[in-house]
Antibody, heavy 128, light 106 residues
Framework: QVQLQESGPGLVKTSETLSLTCSVS????????WNWIRQSPGKGLEWIGY???????NYNPSLKSRLIISVDTSKMQFSLELSSVTAADTAVYYC??????????????????????WGQGALVTVSS | DIQMTQSPSSLSASVGDRVTITCRAS??????LNWYQQKPGTAPKLLIY???TLQSGVPSRFSGSGSGTDFTLTISGLQPEDFATYFC?????????FGQGTKLDI
């Protein structure tokens, strides 16, 4: 079965870089788009960005200047680096797969397909 | 960014009830609307995509409708396991955006 698992430090110091990795199993890493989403009490669910197996990315403009998402297809992993973190970056971070589908007009939608598999989430706290 | 507004923010209901949650987009998103269910301490679970397509394995008591800017999620015959928080999410354009959630409790 498809499984995604986030890993990384649960505590990051203010102004440092938050790094997380998502390990994927039970599915091909090709043909899908791989997403990071975070959830905090104050901001709800926030989409961070996505990457495909070729390394093509799309980032949320609100985070773009601090964000790098990368992929390692040989390890079946993709990763998140968020620099210069503050307390506002404290959240549960999820990785998720976007699946493709045909919309009502018969067009194939994949980059922004629905998020059908999620990791369990990783709580990251930013503190000095 | 496209803003997604859900109503109500919270809802009380009983087992067997029929409930409807609405989601409004700040601009037209055609049918690019997804619904998720989240229980405490767990990741969101995809229920419906493309406004009305039931995700595999999701019970048929869940249904979705709408297009353009106005969408609804209906649960017909609430079951105890349905008490959770529900989110809508637009996938018309980046950045993906989510509604603030509707908490459904007993």
């Amino acid at each position: 079965q498809v499984q995604l698992q986030e890993s990384g430090p649960g505590l990051v110091k203010t102004s440092e870089t938050l790094s997380l990795t998502c390990s994927v199993s039970g599915t091909s890493i090709i043909n899908y788009y791989w997403n990071w989403i975070r959830q905090s009490p104050g901001k709800g669910l926030e989409w961070i960005g996505y990457i495909d197996y070729r390394g093509t990315t799309n980032y949320n403009p609100s985070l773009k200047s601090r964000l790098i998402i990368s992929v390692d297809t040989s390890k079946m992993q993709f990763s998140l680096e968020l620099s210069s973190v503050t307390a506002a970056d404290t959240a549960v971070y999820y990785c998720a797969r976007a699946k493709g589908y045909y919309d009502r007009n018969g067009y194939w939608v994949e980059k922004l397909g629905p998020l059908d598999y999620w990791g369990q989430g990783a709580l990251v706290t930013v503190s000095s | 960014d496209i803003q997604m507004t859900q109503s109500p923010s919270s809802l009380s209901a009983s087992v067997g009830d029929r409930v409807t949650i609405t989601c409004r987009a700040s601009q037209s998103i055609s049918s690019h609307l997804n619904w998720y269910q989240q229980k405490p301490g767990t990741a969101p679970k995809l229920l419906i995509y493309a406004a009305s397509t039931l995700q595999s394995g999701v019970p048929s008591r869940f249904s979705g409708s709408g297009s353009g800017t106005d969408f609804t999620l209906t649960i017909s015959g609430l079951q105890p396991e349905d008490f959770a928080t529900y989110f809508c999410q637009q996938s018309s354009s980046t950045p993906r955006t989510f509604g603030q959630g509707t908490k459904l409790d007993i």
